[in-house]
C-alpha cells in the first residue's frame, strides 16, 4: 500500500495557516502589559531578602514558653539577636484548618483588615497538647496533628493516617520577618508654588506661577509700626 501523499496546494495552504496561527500567537503573547504585573525589583521585601549576603539567622522555639491557653497554641521565637517574636496557632473547629501569626512581641502593627480572618471563629475545643525535649504537637479532634519543631522553628500540619505533612511553615529555615522602625517625623518642604517673597520697598506680594513661569504682583497693605 503506497503511503498518503499530500497535493503541494494542500500542503500550501497548511503552511500558511500554521504561520497564521504562529502569528497570532506571537502577537498575543507581545500585546501583554507587563507594566500591570509586579515583579520582585518592585517590592523591597523580595529585592533585600531574595538573596541575602549571609544566611538568615535561624529561629527557635522557646520551650517554656509552650502553651495552649483558651484553645490557641501559643509560644515565642528568637534568632537570639533581636527580641523574640510571638506565634499563635489556632486550630478552627472545621475539619483540618489552622491559623498561624507572627506578630512582634510589645508592639501594634498595622493590618490590613480586607486580607486577614476574623478573630472570632470557633476554635477545636478538643484540641490536646503534648510536649517532649524537641517538640510539641496539638492532636486536634478532626484526627490531624500539628507538630512544632523547636530547633530550628517549624510548623508541620498532617492528615489524618498520611505518614508525611501536607503542609510545612519555615522548612527550610529561611524566615524572614520585617521588623517594624519608629521614624522620625518629617520636614514639610515649602513648594516653589507657595513660598511668597515679600519685595522690598514695594509693600507688594510676588509669587511665581509653576505653569507660566511667570511672576503675578499683588498689593499688600503695609501697616506701619507704633
Not at 484548618?97 to 476574623?118: C, F, H, M, N
Not at 522548612?171 to 522620625?184: D, I, K, N, P
Amino acid at each position: 500500500m503506497l503511503p498518503k501523499v499530500t497535493p503541494p496546494r494542500v500542503a500550501i495552504k497548511m503552511a500558511r495557516s500554521r504561520l497564521a496561527v504562529a502569528a497570532l500567537l506571537l502577537a498575543t503573547t507581545q500585546a501583554v502589559d507587563r507594566s500591570k504585573f509586579r515583579t520582585c525589583q518592585d517590592t523591597r521585601f523580595c529585592r533585600v531578602h531574595r538573596k541575602p549576603p549571609v544566611p538568615p539567622p535561624a529561629y527557635r522555639v522557646d520551650a517554656a514558653n509552650v502553651a495552649l491557653v483558651d484553645g490557641i497554641l501559643r509560644f515565642e521565637v528568637s534568632d537570639q539577636v533581636q527580641p523574640p517574636l510571638l506565634v499563635s496557632v489556632a486550630p478552627h473547629a472545621d475539619s483540618g484548618v489552622v491559623r498561624t501569626r507572627v506578630v512582634e512581641k510589645d508592639k501594634q502593627r498595622w493590618e490590613a483588615p480586607d486580607v486577614l480572618l476574623s478573630d472570632t471563629f470557633e476554635l477545636d475545643t478538643k484540641a490536646a497538647l503534648s510536649k517532649t525535649n524537641d517538640k510539641a504537637t496539638l492532636k486536634l479532634s478532626s484526627g490531624h496533628t500539628v507538630e512544632i519543631a523547636y530547633d530550628p522553628f517549624s510548623v508541620k500540619l498532617t492528615p489524618p493516617g498520611a505518614k508525611e505533612p501536607s503542609i510545612v511553615l519555615n522548612q527550610r529555615s529561611l524566615l524572614h520577618f520585617e521588623r517594624g522602625t519608629t521614624s522620625a517625623p518629617r520636614r514639610r518642604k515649602r513648594s516653589h508654588q507657595n513660598v511668597r517673597k515679600i519685595s522690598r520697598g514695594t509693600g507688594r506680594n510676588v509669587k511665581r506661577s509653576p505653569a507660566t513661569g511667570r511672576t503675578a504682583w499683588r498689593a499688600l497693605k503695609m501697616v506701619p509700626k507704633k
